[in-house]
């Protein structure tokens, strides 16, 4: 499984991707896997948060992400958009999986 950019449709590396989102203080929305020069949040850039896919591409790394997601809703941070949140998450853990299988096929 390969990692694909929201905004171009091609495929991104760990290396030179980037899942970004809009946090405006009480909202999360636009989640997105891009490559790093194709997030075109159409907001304030103060407003963007990012990590890069290398980073949450291993197993402890997406754990981590999740636990920051927490972290959000614990201090009554809106979720605006599951459906991009879910696609990221989605397309991150297939992608843990697959890499995960081809190391250790049994």
Aim: hydrophobic letters at 30%.
């Amino acid at each position: 499984m390969n990692l694909y950019c929201e905004t171009c449709g091609k495929e991104v590396t760990p290396e030179e991707g980037t899942l970004s989102w809009v946090d405006e203080g009480n909202s999360l929305r636009d989640f997105r896997i891009t490559h790093e020069e194709d997030q075109n949040h159409s907001c304030d850039p103060r407003h963007v948060a990012v990590i890069h896919l290398w980073m949450v591409t291993g197993l402890s790394g997406y754990m981590k992400f999740t636990e920051r997601l927490a972290d959000y809703w614990d201090k009554g941070y809106e979720l605006k958009d599951i459906k991009g949140l879910k696609r990221a998450l989605s397309q991150i853990g297939l992608f843990i999986w697959t890499k995960q299988k081809a190391t250790n096929p049994d």
